[in-house]
């Protein structure tokens, strides 16, 4: 089973309503803020929908694990996160993944941060995804 990638990046906040739909809040910001060093807190999220053939995940385990480097690339964190997959309500109709995982970075540096998610099952890669943020220092600011 394929899923095919719609949105990663990064929100101030995220949650799913009672329909499984995704909430965001401060979605997509230009660069992240503050006094350097600074701890921010921003939320990944990563959407994925399935493609053909469609599977009944019910049950299921999966992983998703989040890596984060700095301007240089150097790896500040590679941290895994078991997932329950859930079952669909049509079993003919696609799937749609959303992973939500918000996760403090202590922003030592002004530049190009990196953010890599992957989500695997003990057998497959199901999505793969890599964004790019900004971190400035206040003291910048004009």
């Given at each position: 089973?394929?899923?095919?990638?719609?949105?990663?990046?990064?929100?101030?906040?995220?949650?799913?309503?009672?329909?499984?739909?995704?909430?965001?809040?401060?979605?997509?910001?230009?660069?992240?803020?503050?006094?350097?060093?600074?701890?921010?807190?921003?939320?990944?999220?990563l959407l994925a929908a399935e493609e053909e053939p469609y599977t009944d995940w019910s049950g299921r385990q999966a992983t998703a694990t989040l890596a984060i480097s700095d301007p240089e690339g150097v790896e500040l964190t590679r941290m895994p996160f078991p997932i329950n997959m859930s079952?669909?309500?049509?079993?003919?109709?696609?799937?749609r993944m959303a992973v939500m995982i918000q996760y403090p970075i202590t922003i030592e540096k002004r530049g190009r941060y990196t953010a890599t998610m992957r989500v695997a099952?003990?057998?497959?890669?199901?999505?793969?995804?890599?964004?790019?943020?900004?971190?400035?220092?206040?003291?910048?600011?004009?």
């Open positions: 089973m394929t899923y095919r990638l719609q949105f990663f990046d990064i929100a101030e906040g995220a949650v799913a309503d009672m329909r499984g739909s995704v909430v965001m809040t401060g979605v997509a910001p230009e660069f992240l803020v503050g006094g350097i060093p600074f701890v921010a807190s921003p939320t990944f999220v079952g669909k309500r049509w079993a003919d109709l696609p799937g099952s003990a057998d497959e890669v199901l999505a793969d995804a890599t964004m790019s943020f900004l971190a400035v220092d206040q003291s910048e600011a004009s």
